[in-house]
């Protein structure tokens, strides 16, 4: 699609202003006095909570927040928020505010159909409800993953009854034991809601509700990820030098980056890899993670030998 010169001129003066606007907004008395809220209490998920749950009980913080916004979108057309989105069949959203506690996103939730799973995020939520359009919200309860945590040895989720949603509400979701749904709304449904950074579990569930049955695990965080990819980097690129950071990734908090990193590792360097294979086979928290590593430690060994016989 080609534009013209009037129509291009157009788009970049209101970019201009939009970066403008969100600069100002960043820097006005709303945005600061959330970063001031949050202020230390990033080391502690309950401290952190309840800072959210304070801060969203405040009606009047949350509509100075985005009455910024507001008031450029008004006035601007052209007007994009540098916000980030996010949208799936059932609800759009916006990160409205960011910290090193917290995130709080604006979202608004459609009438739907219910889904056939329910998801334990694995993070500690706060929600304040600001239009329920006749919703209630059902809400399920799980056993927490320890560090021993195994999918198939998983009990199964079992739900926890369902109350109606009021406007102007908070409550806190603990994503680690328990799971929400929005159900039978008349009309959109219009939420703030601030996830909670630190004393995340490692891994997010997802439920069928019908059976209560673990159908799927998967990261609760993208940096465990990122962090696979970049071993799988240095693996594919030859870099037996950085066996200190696979080192350190054999001793992250989740026992799936854990194995990951000593995968990526053993297919590099499995001589370099060999003493931290037989520490993960005796002592690794994960009884999982233990019975691969023995397993793989003779596999390892008998390979080395053959490499270099007597």
């Not at 970063?35 to 952190?48: E, H, L, N, Q, T």
């Not at 601030?194 to 059976?211: P, V």
């Not at 990122?226 to 990734?249: I, P, Q, S, Y």
């Not at 990193?261 to 002592?283: F, I, N, S, Y």
Request: include cysteine.
């Amino acid at each position: 699609m080609q534009i013209d010169g009037a129509t291009r001129d157009a788009l970049i003066a209101a970019g201009s202003r939009a970066r403008a606007t969100m600069q100002a907004w960043r820097e006005g008395a709303a945005f600061a006095a959330g970063v001031a809220a949050f202020a230390g209490c990033g080391d502690s998920p309950g401290r952190a909570a309840d800072c959210a749950e304070r801060l969203l009980e405040d009606g009047d913080w949350a509509a100075a927040l985005l009455a910024p916004l507001l008031v450029a979108l008004a006035a601007d057309p052209l007007f994009e928020p540098a916000l980030k989105f996010h949208r799936d069949s059932m609800r759009i959203g916006a990160v409205v505010f960011d910290c090193p506690a917290a995130s709080i996103a604006a979202s608004v939730t459609r009438p739907a159909p219910p889904p056939a799973t329910i998801v334990f995020t694995g993070r500690i939520a706060v929600t304040r409800t600001i239009r329920t359009g006749g919703a209630s919200l059902r809400r399920w309860l799980a056993e927490p993953m320890g560090p021993d945590f195994v999918a198939a040895d998983a009990g199964r989720c079992r739900p926890a009854g369902a109350v109606p949603l009021c406007d102007g509400v908070v409550h806190r979701t603990d994503g680690r034991t328990e799971a929400q749904l929005v159900c039978d709304a008349a009309s959109d449904v219009v939420t703030l809601t601030a996830t909670i950074r630190t004393g995340a579990a490692s891994l997010m569930r997802e439920y069928d509700i019908a059976t209560g049955a673990l159908l799927r695990v998967a990261d609760a965080d993208d940096r465990p990820s990122r962090t696979a990819m970049l071993l799988r980097f240095l693996r594919v690129a030859g870099r037996a030098d950085a066996g200190a950071c696979f080192a350190e990734a054999t001793r992250a908090e989740g026992f799936h980056l854990r194995w990951a990193a000593m995968r990526e590792w053993l297919a590099l360097d499995a001589a370099g890899a060999l003493p931290r294979l037989t520490e993960m086979a005796l002592r690794d928290s994960n009884r999982e993670v233990r019975a691969a590593a023995a397993c793989m430690l003779s596999v390892v060994t008998n390979r080395l030998e053959q490499r270099c016989p007597g």
